[in-house]
């Protein structure tokens, strides 16, 4: 998924932090640089742009003379990384209620359909995408750069996490329902509550799985 730069960097940097966050590129991976650069059809400096982004949020390693591998889950990391997270999307909230736009009102309400028809599949992963992309409409809706990159960079951290642990802990019509309270909370422009939404949401995740993996 591509965020606010589209360039040629960036969507490499997207497409290889999903198959980390999403682990299909699983912890001690090695990404040869000679068979990424032919998938993308570009030289070395685009990918070596990306693989230091990705290095930055700690999701690779490199190593000199032997290459960039996925690096392992570090809990002690993650644990610090959702206690900022908690508090950060529940500023998104409040902020995000100040200034968000009917147009993105309109897309989250659009994704919640779509999470709607997933209870009558097995969608679990397609939800946690689902869930991922409302997160960034209201990282967007803040019109705050700054608060957009930290949010984006914890949720890179803690993706990995959620998606190795949730599919089978979390119950679907929870998580919809959570969705649909933040999307009436945004469209009153109740930024109290819609903060308190916001970390209840994550909380309600972490509460899932500390107990099984933290």
């Not at 497409?15 to 966050?21: A, E, K």
């Amino acid at each position: 998924m591509d965020y606010i730069n589209t360039s040629r960097p960036q969507k490499i940097f997207s497409t290889i932090r999903d198959r980390i966050v999403y682990m299909e590129y699983p912890p001690g991976k090695l990404l040869p640089e000679k068979e990424l650069c032919a998938e993308f059809k570009v030289s070395r400096t685009p990918l070596r742009e990306a693989i230091q982004k990705l290095k930055e949020m700690k999701l690779v390693s490199v190593i000199p003379r032997f290459g960039t591998y996925v690096s392992p889950v570090d809990i002690n990391e993650i644990r610090s990384a959702f206690e900022v997270k908690i508090k950060l999307e529940g500023l998104a909230g409040e902020v995000a209620a100040k200034r968000i736009t009917a147009d993105k009102l309109a897309e989250m309400k659009a994704l919640i359909e779509k999470a709607d028809a997933l209870l009558k599949e097995d969608g679990q992963r397609r939800l946690i995408e689902i869930d991922t992309q409302f997160h960034e409409i209201i990282y967007q809706a803040t019109q705050n750069q700054i608060l957009q990159e930290m949010l984006q960079n914890l949720h890179g951290r803690c993706a990995r996490l959620w998606n190795s642990a949730l599919g089978e802990i979390i119950p679907l019509p929870t998580i919809i329902s959570q969705l649909k309270e933040i999307h009436s909370s945004l469209e009153k422009r109740d930024s109290a509550r819609t903060c308190r939404l916001m970390e209840d949401h994550v909380r309600y995740f972490i509460d899932r799985i500390k107990n099984q993996l933290l």
